[in-house]
């Protein structure tokens, strides 16, 4: 039986019918021989009759059916330990998605995982169905509305064969999305979580879900290896500019750009005008 190969270069499982036509077939298959053993033998004779070796064969069928059940079983019941929670984050431009995608690889050629990857929607600096980091590696993923996380557990549920949830930038899910409540959940079906995303925004406040995934988390990945655009020093603080001016503080909190409308600076060096005081 030929499965669909999905997007992300990962195969569509085997439906439930395969797996309950296989005796079937199976029942079909052994028919032939069975019959031509048992055709013009009388009951006196001694040898199974056609009845009890259809008995058997449906005896057969059924212990066949509750294997298959019962390792359906162990492999859910497997699943009940809670994944990992692991959150690569750091500032722009520090390499979170390439390190997402080099763990992303390196669990699916040597860990033997099935990794399932997410991205907003919203995200359009990258290809569409793509993330992609700032030094232009690709990877398929899954996009998702920044308003709708719940429909990565509807995904999962439906292909069921993955072990592993990449996630990009999910700073874009505001933390009113409950993004980190339905990470939780993929964790608690055990499922492990890889998420990436910008701890802080422009005005160097924590952004969106990231900071509650952090607090979720069971590992954290700091990558603050960035230097300020203007004194060269580190520095981890994302500095958007319009036209080349600071950007004001009242401006909107989510604006899709890469290195023509941000640059990292360090606290000396980031500008942020209309800053409302404490
Ligand atoms: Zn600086």
Redesign the pocket.
Same mark, same amino acid.
């Given at each position: 039986m030929k499965r669909r190969q999905r997007r992300d270069g990962q195969k569509e499982p085997y439906p439930f019918g395969f797996w309950l036509s296989c005796p079937i077939a199976s029942l079909f298959l052994l028919d032939v021989p069975f019959r031509y053993a048992c055709v013009g033998k009388p009951r006196t004779q001694t040898g199974p009759s056609q009845e009890r070796v259809w008995g058997l064969l449906l005896r057969w069928v059924l212990d066949i059916s509750c294997l298959i059940e019962k390792f359906r079983g162990e492999t859910m019941n497997k699943k009940i330990t809670r994944g990992k929670l692991t959150v690569i984050t750091g500032t722009m431009f520090s390499g979170k998605t390439d390190e997402l995608i080099r763990r992303i690889k390196r669990l699916r050629e040597y860990g033997g995982r099935k990794v399932i990857v997410f991205k907003p929607s919203i995200d359009t600096r990258s290809q569409r169905g793509f993330i992609e980091s700032a030094d232009g590696n690709k990877m398929a993923a899954h996009e998702i509305e920044t308003d709708k996380p719940e429909k990565m557990l509807r995904i999962l549920g439906r292909t069921r064969h993955f072990n592993v949830a990449a996630m990009d930038e999910v700073q874009f899910f505001s933390a009113a999305s409950n993004l980190h409540l339905v990470v939780s959940e993929i964790c608690a079906a055990g499922y492990d979580v890889i998420a990436a995303g910008l701890d802080l925004d422009f005005r160097g406040e924590p952004f969106g879900s990231t900071p509650l995934l952090m607090a979720l988390a069971d590992g954290i990945d700091r990558r603050d290896a960035a230097h %300020?655009?203007?004194?060269?020093?580190p520095?981890r603080l994302p500095q958007r500019l319009i036209r080349g001016k600071p950007a004001a503080y009242h401006a909107p909190l989510i604006r899709v750009g890469g290195k023509e409308t941000y640059e990292v600076?360090?606290y000396? %060096?980031?500008e942020l005008p209309g800053k409302p005081s404490l």
């Open positions: %300020c655009g203007r004194c060269k020093k520095a600076r360090c000396k %060096c980031h």
